[in-house]
């Protein structure tokens, strides 16, 4: 079993920066993903981000990219997500996940890859 814990939602104004925190504890040494989704009301959920703890590779949705900064410190268990120059359409509730599962491809940006979910944290971009 894997518990996560997302932190650090708020309200900003459009052009402001919010960081994201993801705690893990349980057995977190079988999690080998962890990945940030968002869910917008009446939306389905979006991949945002991922990150491989064995090679610390980063991954990113075309939207975020260059703007999101996803990163891991493994003496705290914990990963973050760094957001700057939010805009309006980043609105949206904000998970975490882990898998534990090594995953490819289409694979990283998949809800269904991601067997453990945080309990979900309010991001609101103001214009």
């Known amino acids: 079993q894997v518990q996560l814990v997302e932190s650090g939602g708020g309200l900003v104004q459009a052009g402001g920066s919010l960081v994201l925190s993801c705690a893990a504890s349980?057995?977190?040494?079988?999690?080998?993903?962890r990945g940030w989704f968002r869910q917008a009301p009446g939306k389905e959920r979006d991949f945002v981000a991922a990150?491989?703890?064995?090679?610390?590779?980063?991954w990113y949705a075309d939207s975020v990219k260059g703007r999101f900064t996803i990163s891991k410190d493994n003496a705290e268990n914990t990963v973050s997500l760094q957001m700057n120059n939010l805009k309006p359409e980043d609105t949206a509730i904000y998970y975490c996940a882990a898998s534990t599962s090594v995953l490819y491809g289409s694979l990283r940006s998949n809800p269904a890859s991601y067997n453990y979910w945080g309990q979900g944290t309010q991001v609101t971009a103001s214009s």
């Open positions: 349980g057995h977190t040494s079988s999690t080998y993903f």
């Open positions: 990150i491989s703890y064995i090679g610390g590779n980063t």
